[in-house]
């Protein structure tokens, strides 16, 4: 179940699926770069103005899940306007800036997003636009994004899955309950 905390702005409220810390790995494959596994947390936070702050760390992980180099680090700021419609402004440290406008599917947990404007710096890889997907799926965060450039149309480059990170004190909450013994718990 999900909980809309008290101190979240109204507007807001259709992207409460996102807030928390994140988990998880996926797969990165686009042409002219070395195809890999990685490893990937973000975040989705809230100060109770109208917007959610948003930070993604990915890394190249080695064939035993052990993070090997930074791959992708970006961050920025989510929206939602009075039709349900979904705006995010995002910088990634290889020097891109993007504008994505999307919007929330109709009674489920998702958003399709795709960008409306780049800029980026002359040291920058070509890059021309994107498309992403975030579902909220049995608990879980999964997304899939689209990428493209002057000489690649867009097509899949990343995707991963993640769990929610739950802090100790959250723990605590949901083992308040149990028997002092617990051993109760596991009959």
């Known amino acids: 179940m999900i ?5 979240l702005h109204p507007d807001i409220a259709p992207l409460v699926f996102l807030l928390g810390d994140w988990a998880g790995a996926g797969v990165f494959d686009f042409p002219g770069a070395e195809k890999c596994n990685f490893g990937q947390e973000v975040t989705f936070r809230h100060d109770g103005r ?15 899940g052990n993070k090997v180099r930074p791959l992708e680090s970006e961050s920025g700021f989510w929206r939602v306007d009075g039709d349900r419609k979904v705006e995010v402004v995002m910088t990634r440290d290889s020097g891109v800036i993007e504008i994505w406008y999307g919007e929330l599917a109709e009674n489920k947990p998702q958003i399709d997003l795709a960008t409306d404007a780049v800029a980026r710096i002359a040291s920058a890889d070509e890059y021309s636009g994107g498309k992403r997907l975030f579902g909220y799926v049995k608990g879980d965060l999964m997304w899939v994004g689209e990428k493209a450039t002057p000489s690649v149309p867009l ?33």
Request: charged fraction near 30%.
């Open 50 to 64: 109208p917007f959610l702050e948003y930070t993604s760390h990915t890394w190249v992980l080695d064939g035993d």
């Open 155 to 187: 097509r899949p480059y990343m995707s991963a899955h993640l769990k929610k990170v739950v802090s100790p004190a959250e723990w605590i909450k949901d083992i308040k309950d149990l028997p002092d013994d617990g051993i109760a718990f596991f009959k």
């Open 3 to 7: 909980e809309i905390p008290s101190d």
